[in-house]
């Protein structure tokens, strides 16, 4: 538990920040599919779920990204 701290903490390369923000946005996406007020098709809320889910996993694996300074 604490090396997952501790890689979180840790720098995270430039392309993983892109990629992260890149998660960040597509799960907002997501989320505003899920929660929109107005009646959607099945298919789209399915979608919305899948971009959502995606864009969370997308930021969670790029947070955890770091450099290897030790070679």
């Known amino acids: 538990m604490k090396k997952i ?6 720098p995270t390369p430039k392309f993983f920040k892109v990629l992260r ?3 960040l946005a597509l799960a907002a996406v997501g989320g ?8 959607l098709p099945a298919i789209v809320t399915t979608i919305g779920g899948y971009v ?6 997308l930021s969670a694996a790029s947070q955890l990204t770091t450099t290897d300074d030790s070679q």
């Open 32 to 39: 505003t599919i899920l929660a929109a007020p107005i009646a």
């Open 5 to 10: 701290i501790n890689r979180a903490k840790a």
């Open 21 to 23: 923000t890149v998660g």
């Open 52 to 57: 959502a889910v995606a864009g969370g996993v």
